[in-house]
């Protein structure tokens, strides 16, 4: 049996590996019941829900876990239960903050979660507030309405224009994405995990796949696979996601605060969202005010897109940010980071299997045992937005049920189905 060199193994990272990013336990020859391929929010809690089940579990990523190209990679991330009239989507919110919590607590990383509150800024035209405020009473998560002279009065920092009014739920927050993520994939080795560093090369398409290899020609072979690979997806099943996901760039502004000015920090000020806009959040471990735009930026590409903000852009963003928040309004810039969101078509998370029919799971790469799972984050106009980080919550296990697109094409999205994994 053949024990990979750990230098060759970590050559792609610089400096000290964090938690996740060492090869772990991987020697060639091992055969596993489950390999998760990615290391993002999806996959690492995937390989933790695997784990617990009792299967012997590998978790491959060629950058590391939640590294800077991932979208998991980012420093915060919003968890709310609003997701308009989806009401699927607001109980898997829940659940995932709940699992999210336990896990925090279990490990001693209650400060991954801010508990900042979330804001829904309402405006006329938009009934995806009013629909949010429904779905929510009717789930059972805490939430207020908030009039705009109450508005006024609790968060004075906004200068709300065509504001009308706001639904803030006050137990959702900021998850610190990147150290979170990692902190999952820690626990799963220290738990018995297996992690290899490595980039996997797409299985042939035709028959049951029983071992997949990496650029560095190392094999693992396991009884079932799970794609995670978020963005990346496209460019691993090029025939079937190809046209299906698309990695857009995003960019995320911060900017540095006034000396000794708690206006910005919680608890004065909340994490929020401008629905089909802007979103940020507040001060969170003095890194600044962080601000982005949710709509869609052009085509990036994961691997080699420059991650770098042009100045035409943070002109716009600061001139954005001085006319919601005044008092901010000769901040300096402090940081900007640049991302990318894999949209479906309607912004559906979806599972499936690599036959393209998504309502087959019970086929030939049948249940759970060969199934390949992806979110879809991101929005489309008028659709509701990013679904991820209920990833906790998500995770697909035998038994589950799981909401896929319905439609000849896959994510051209009519209605959703129930589908027993
Ligand atoms: C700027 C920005 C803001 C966002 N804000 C929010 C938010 O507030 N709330 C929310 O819910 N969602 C938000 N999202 C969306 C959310 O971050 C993503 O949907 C989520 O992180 C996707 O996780 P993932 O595990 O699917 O993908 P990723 O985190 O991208 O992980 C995929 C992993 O697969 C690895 N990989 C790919 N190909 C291979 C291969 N062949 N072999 C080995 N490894 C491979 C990659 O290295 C990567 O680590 C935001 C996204 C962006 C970009």
Not at 28 to 53: E, M, R
Not at 153 to 173: D, H, I, M, N, W
Not at 293 to 302: E, K, L
Request: aromatic share 10%.
């Amino acid at each position: 049996m053949k024990t990979i060199a750990a230098p060759a193994a970590l050559a792609p990272f610089a400096g000290e590996p964090a938690a996740g990013e060492a090869l772990s336990g991987y020697q060639s020859g091992n055969t596993y019941d489950v390999a998760v391929i990615g290391a993002g929010v999806f996959g690492s809690w995937t390989a933790h829900h695997l784990q617990k089940a009792g299967n012997r579990v590998i978790l491959i990523d060629g950058y590391g876990a939640a590294n800077a190209r991932a979208s998991s990679g980012g420093e915060s991330r919003i968890i709310r239960m609003g997701y308009g009239g989806d009401e699927v989507y607001t109980r898997f919110s829940k659940r995932a903050l709940e699992l999210w919590l336990e896990f925090f607590h279990r490990t001693g990383n209650q400060q991954l979660f801010q508990q900042t509150g979330l804001l829904w800024l309402s405006r006329p035209d938009n009934p995806q507030v009013a629909k949010t405020a429904e779905v929510l009473a009717k789930v059972g998560v805490k939430f207020e309405n908030l009039s705009r002279a109450e508005l006024e009065k609790r968060f004075p920092q906004f200068q709300l224009e065509s504001v009308t009014s706001a639904v803030f739920e006050p137990e959702s927050g900021a998850l610190l994405a990147r150290r979170a993520v990692q902190a999952v994939v820690a626990d799963f080795i220290r738990s018995g995990g297996h992690f290899l560093p490595e980039h996997v090369v797409t299985p042939a398409r035709k028959g049951a796949v029983k071992s997949v290899e990496t650029r560095m020609r190392n094999k693992v072979s396991a009884g079932s696979f799970v794609f995670a690979c978020g963005p990346w997806l496209p460019k691993v099943f090029p025939e079937l996601l190809g046209q299906r996901i698309f990695p857009t760039r995003q960019e995320v502004f911060f900017f540095g605060v006034p000396p000794g000015d708690r206006r910005w920090s919680m608890p004065a000020m909340p994490t929020w969202i401008d629905v089909g806009d802007l979103y940020g959040f507040p001060d969170i471990e003095n890194r600044g005010v962080k601000i982005a735009s949710d709509r869609h930026g052009p085509p990036f590409d994961p691997d080699t897109g420059e991650r770098l903000v042009a100045e035409a852009q943070i002109a716009e963003m600061r001139q954005r940010l001085a006319g919601l928040f005044p008092g901010m309004k000769d901040a300096p810039l402090v940081e900007t980071r640049v991302c990318q969101y894999e949209n479906s078509s309607n912004g559906d998370f979806s599972a499936g299997s690599p036959s393209g029919n998504e309502q087959h799971l019970d086929g030939r790469w049948g249940i759970w045992s060969r199934i390949q799972a992806w979110s879809g984050g991101g929005r489309v106009p008028g659709g509701a937005s990013a679904r991820s980080w209920k990833g906790a919550g998500a995770t697909l296990q035998p038994g589950n049920k799981v909401y896929c697109s319905k439609s000849a094409r896959c994510f051209n999205v009519t209605s959703k189905t129930a589908v027993q994994v």
